[in-house]
């Protein structure tokens, strides 16, 4: 059979050529034509489109879901693999832990793409993909868990790391002294690296003990060694959705949040009505939860909870008196969510502790806002309106209750009970009077001792008015 100018066989060169016509015209392509076709044109499987994901700087929890929606419109367009870009620090490992399940799970190949640095999380990140390729120049491992303080965590945290390493090592057939090395220093590797020295690996230790499959220039490079040198190329990026999420999680927004929302309900509280303040505070709260629920932190049951101590905090202050179990219960169950919202499904002590630093951390902001509400606003122009602040006194005229010096002297009789307040009969008149020592009984005649600032002061008298008009006369 005659090759083509293409190539190709001269009659399937033909057929082709009819195909393109015939698609051109708006016709129908004849049965079979397109397996022909596919079988003699091999180059069409590189058609598709492989999917790029950048991961830089701190992996945060907002990372997750990205990552996570990123494999899945992957496998729904039929890529041929996924690169993964790691140039990070590090970051949380819960966020890195659910990465790596997704990674796990991929059903496209994945491989990453070490371009500068990939540390710490960013490390078990790329060594639970497929393959490893590095940029030169760049670095993998320094694994080592820290708290919040920078220091070392306990060794409960480190084991737990040291093994999720030795996993991945292991699933990828590497050695698993190389992997916990790069978790715990007092691992010693021979020929690689001594005990006390944390393991850090560059491009060419990485390629040399086999942790990276290759050394690539850029991203040209990668795709030709991964046999894709054909295949476009799209980035995918966070949605708004996602970027929001990431920055409502951010550890320095997340208190600002709880401080709005407590704010804003302790000043909807204190009045009479639902107000600015309390959309506010709900806002904060709801944004607060929300975000933390999508990057699979807070679960209904702390929404619940939180919604449980709400609803006891306001029994305790519209219906019981005093401040007693429901408030004490409400107040535990808010701070408990909002603990809870911060920390995975199974939270080691560092992060209950930083969770637990950051409410704390709120309670102050919110007890600061509240002293400077109650210490500033009265003397601001803004805000002038919303407070009284002049006052009248008795010398320049104004009085509160009519003066009644008139009554001192006068005698009456009880109304009421007098417990020590309640009424009497003065001269025809009810007035509201105050004894000045036991309690007296209705019917009982009294005698006003004294009138200050509308404060009727009376005692028992040893004769009634009656008798007394009788005597006058």
């Known amino acids: 059979m005659k090759p083509g100018l293409t190539g190709l066989p001269a009659p399937v060169l033909a057929l082709g050529l009819a195909v393109v016509a015939v698609s051109a015209s708006g016709g129908p392509v004849p049965p079979g034509l397109g397996t022909v076709l596919a079988q003699s044109a091999p180059v069409a499987q590189s058609a598709a489109t492989v ?15 990205f990552v996570a929606r990123a494999l899945s419109e992957a496998a729904e367009s039929g890529a041929p693999a996924v690169i993964i870009e790691l140039d990070t620090p590090g970051g949380r490992v819960d966020a890195a832990s659910k ?7 991929a059903e496209v190949p994945t491989y990453a793409y070490v371009n500068r640095r990939a540390l ?10 497929d393959r490893i390729y590095m940029r030169p120049g760049s670095t993998l491992g320094a694994a080592t868990p820290v708290t919040g303080e920078g220091e070392k965590a306990p060794e409960k945290m480190v084991s737990a790391m040291r093994s999720e390493f030795r996993a991945l090592a292991e699933e990828r057939g590497l050695d698993p002294l190389v992997a916990e090395a790069m978790v715990d220093e007092s691992i010693e590797v021979p020929g690689v690296s ?16 086999g942790v990276a499959d290759g050394e690539v220039r850029d991203l040209i490079e990668l795709l030709e ?4 040198p054909a295949a476009p190329v799209r980035e995918i990026q966070p949605n708004w959705a996602e970027a929001i999420v990431r920055f409502l999680t951010n550890p320095a927004v997340a208190p600002l949040l709880l401080s709005l929302g407590f704010l804003g309900l302790i000043v909807e509280v204190r009045t009479p009505s639902f107000g600015v303040a309390g959309a506010v505070g709900l806002a904060s709260l709801a944004a607060f939860f929300g975000a933390h629920h999508l990057v699979h932190l807070a679960g209904i049951e702390e ?22 179990i429901a408030g004490i219960l409400g107040t535990g169950a808010v701070l408990g969510a909002a603990v809870m919202g911060m920390v995975g499904q199974v939270p080691t002590f560092d992060q209950v502790f930083n969770a637990a630093g950051l409410v704390s951390l709120s309670i102050i902001l919110v007890g600061v806002a509240g002293w400077a509400l109650v210490r500033h606003l009265p003397r601001s122009n803004r805000f002038s309106g ?26 009456g009789v009880t109304s009421t ?19 000045e020592g036991p309690w007296l009984e209705a019917g009982t005649p009294i005698r006003v001792l004294e009138v200050a600032s509308g404060r009727v002061l009376v005692r028992r008298a040893k004769q009634s008015p009656e008798s007394e008009h009788r005597n006058e006369a």
């Open 51 to 65: 999917v790029r994901v950048p991961i830089s700087g701190t992996i945060e929890l907002g990372v997750a879901p």
């Open 99 to 105: 990465i790596i399940d997704d990674l796990r799970d």
């Open 225 to 228: 060694v991964t046999r894709l």
């Open 120 to 129: 710490s999380a960013g490390a078990m990140i790329a060594l639970a993909t």
């Open 417 to 435: 009970d007098l417990r020590p307040t309640g009424v009497a009969i003065i001269n025809d008149e009810r007035i509201h009077v105050v004894t």
């Open 386 to 411: 919303l407070f009284l602040r002049a006052s009248t006194s008795r010398e320049t005229g104004y009085l509160s209750v009519p003066p009644r010096e008139d009554l001192v002297g006068q005698l």
């Open 303 to 324: 929404i619940l909870l939180f919604g449980a101590g709400v609803v006891l905090i306001a029994l305790e202050v519209l219906v019981i008196p005093g401040f007693g």
């Open 194 to 209: 001594e005990a006390g020295r944390l393991l850090t690996l560059t491009t060419d230790e990485a390629t040399a003990l």
